[in-house]
């Protein structure tokens, strides 16, 4: 970040309009609260969003941790392709952009079953087939292994009724660390009943941080 301040001073950035502070978090909430700052954008914890909520009475936005979810209700454009393709699009976008890596990535979407008389499944299989690391648009999963994430995968596919949309396999011809993820953009149907299972409902719901989604 630092170095990324220093290229924005030489393209032109005034240095008096961006102060960059080292600290941890206490330091820093005095801070925001001494200076009656008007909004801060905050990353990080669910907890400590919460917390900054309260003591900056509500001046905040917050992008902190969770699992994202995106709900198809019944009302299917069975009749409209233009909205099917755009909805395949926007899910391609929000599941696989920087290979799944930010907090706002999709991990599950919940389809009504009308939805099934459309081609979304095949559009969004299509959409994720364009993306390589030749392209960019495929990269390095910090935060799990490629073996790490392939066994989070098998054990999603033995549920009863499992079904691999798309994807599935790890990515071939890279020179990728073996301590970091090299995965295909990857979608696994599985049937709603399992959710009711505190077991699995713990392994359906675990964030990756990587191109993964359950639906």
Known sequence: LEQWIRMMHYCGLPKEDMDMIHCDGPVMEKILVKGN?????????????????????GKVKLEDG????????????TKHQATVDYVAYQCDNDAYNHAGQKCSAQSI?????NWRKTDLIEKMKSQAGKRSLDNLTCGPVISWSTEKIQAHVDACMELEGAQLLFGGQPLKNHTIHKAYG?????????????FRSAKK??????????????V
């Open 182 to 194: 090299a995965y295909e953009p990857t979608a696994i149907f599985v049937p709603l009943k399992h």
């Open 37 to 57: 700052v008007r909004l801060t954008q905050f990353t990080g914890s669910t907890k400590v969003g919460e917390h900054l909520v309260k003591v900056l009475d």
């Open 109 to 113: 979407m919940f389809m009504h079953k």
């Open 66 to 77: 969770g699992f994202d979810w995106k709900i198809l209700g019944p009302d299917a454009p």
């Open 201 to 214: 409902f713990k392994l359906l719901t675990t964030e990756l941080f990587g191109p993964i989604q359950v």
